[in-house]
Each structure stands twice: as structure tokens, then as C-alpha cells.
């Protein structure tokens, strides 16, 4: 998908990795890393924004298959859920915008093209929610921003069920 200068493409050899800089050194030095590995052995897929008229990097996700226990859910989602221990759900790993392109919009891109893969791969490898594990109180106001709630006794692990994706999605501007 491109929007303008930008274009959601697979992590690759020709991404400038090092020039990219969130503030938040884990995430830097993963992009840097760890990602390429990660998506060689299929642990994550990577997914960068890349300002094509720049060749740099503006944000990048990861998605991974996970299970969310059921003892993590509401109780309202888990009277509609069969009772297995564990369900299925999709793991939005890791999401971060460089310093230079914060606050134009790119953070909800971001998140709403990984949300839009999730929906789809999930109708052919069911999933029952997006899952997010929130670095931070200012990450986990990104996240509650778009409707993710926390799971019962943690409040920075977050997760959004795949129902709710499909609104999340049409609401966003
Ligand atoms: C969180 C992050 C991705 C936001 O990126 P961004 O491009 O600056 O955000 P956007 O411009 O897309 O913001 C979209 C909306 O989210 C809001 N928002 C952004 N950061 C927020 C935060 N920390 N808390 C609450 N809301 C936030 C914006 O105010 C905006 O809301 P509005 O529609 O009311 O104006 C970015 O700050 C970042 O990469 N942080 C470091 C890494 C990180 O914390 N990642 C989170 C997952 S671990």
C-alpha cells in the first residue's frame, strides 16, 4: 500500500536501518538487529513505512502469531467463548515512528495497516484478538486511543478483539 511519499513495504536489504531513532534504544536496536533475523526464521514479520522521496525508514511493526490465555480475558468475552485454555491471537510485537515524523498521523498508519493484515490473515488462520504488550503509560495511551483494553491483571499487556478490529478500522479518519 502507498499513501504519498510513503510505502508499507516487507522489512529489506535496501531499508536504511540505521538511521532509524524512536528515543526508545530497545526498539532502535531491534529494527538495527535483530528484525532481519527474526523475519529469516519466521518468528516476525516486519513491516516498515518507508518515505520513499527520503529512502528512509518513518515506523516499522511486527506481527507474530500468539495465544492469549483465557484467564486473561473479561469475563462478558469469555461467556461467548469456548473453554479452552488457550485462544488464538495475533501479536503486534512492536510499533514505533522515528523522532523526526512524529505527531503527522504515521503512529495510527502504522497501526491500522497491521490491524487491516491482521483481519485478513485472520479469516484464513483464525485469530480472536489483536494482542500488544504497551512499553509504557504513554504507549498504552496510544494504544487505549484506538480501543485496545487490558487484559485482566496487567495493565500494559493489551489486546483488541478481532471484532472490534473491523470498527476500529472504518472509524479511522
Ligand atoms: C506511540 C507512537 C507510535 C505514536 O506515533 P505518532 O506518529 O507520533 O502518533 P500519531 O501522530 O499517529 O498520533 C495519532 C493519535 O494518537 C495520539 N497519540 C500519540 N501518541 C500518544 C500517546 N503516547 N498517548 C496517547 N495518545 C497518543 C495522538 O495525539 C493522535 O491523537 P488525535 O487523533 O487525538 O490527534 C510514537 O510516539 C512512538 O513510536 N513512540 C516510541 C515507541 C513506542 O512507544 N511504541 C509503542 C508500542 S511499544
Known amino acids: 500500500m502507498?499513501?504519498?511519499?510513503?510505502?508499507?513495504?516487507?522489512?529489506?536489504?535496501?531499508?536504511?536501518?540505521?538511521?532509524?531513532?524512536?528515543?526508545?534504544?530497545?526498539l532502535d536496536q531491534y529494527l538495527q538487529r535483530r528484525a532481519r533475523q527474526d523475519m529469516a526464521r519466521n518468528v516476525a514479520a516486519v513491516f516498515v513505512l518507508h518515505d520513499v522521496s527520503e529512502s528512509k525508514v518513518a515506523g516499522f511493526y511486527t506481527l507474530s502469531?500468539?495465544?492469549?490465555?483465557?484467564?486473561?480475558?473479561?469475563?462478558?468475552?469469555v461467556r461467548r467463548l469456548p473453554r479452552y485454555p488457550?485462544?488464538?491471537?495475533?501479536?503486534?510485537?512492536?510499533?514505533?515512528?522515528?523522532?523526526?515524523?512524529r505527531g503527522q498521523r504515521l503512529g495510527e498508519m502504522?497501526?491500522?495497516?497491521?490491524?487491516?493484515?491482521?483481519?485478513?490473515?485472520?479469516?484464513?488462520?483464525?485469530?480472536?484478538?489483536?494482542?500488544?504488550?504497551?512499553?509504557?503509560?504513554?504507549?498504552?495511551?496510544?494504544?487505549?486511543?484506538?480501543?485496545?483494553?487490558p487484559v485482566v491483571d496487567d495493565p500494559r499487556r493489551m489486546f483488541l478483539p478481532m471484532q472490534t478490529t473491523a470498527d476500529t478500522l472504518t472509524s479511522s479518519p
Do not use: W
Open 65 to 77: 502469531a500468539t495465544a492469549i490465555r483465557l484467564s486473561e480475558l473479561p469475563d462478558d468475552l
Open 2 to 26: 502507498s499513501f504519498g511519499q510513503y510505502r508499507f513495504e516487507p522489512l529489506g536489504r535496501h531499508h536504511d536501518r540505521a538511521a532509524f531513532s524512536c528515543g526508545v534504544d530497545e
Open 110 to 149: 502504522l497501526l491500522m495497516d497491521a490491524l487491516e493484515r491482521s483481519l485478513l490473515s485472520s479469516q484464513q488462520i483464525a485469530a480472536l484478538a489483536v494482542v500488544v504488550d504497551a512499553k509504557d503509560d504513554a504507549a498504552v495511551g496510544f494504544y487505549l486511543r484506538y480501543g485496545f483494553q
Open 86 to 101: 488457550n485462544l488464538p491471537a495475533v501479536l503486534l510485537g512492536r510499533l514505533a515512528v522515528d523522532t523526526n515524523y
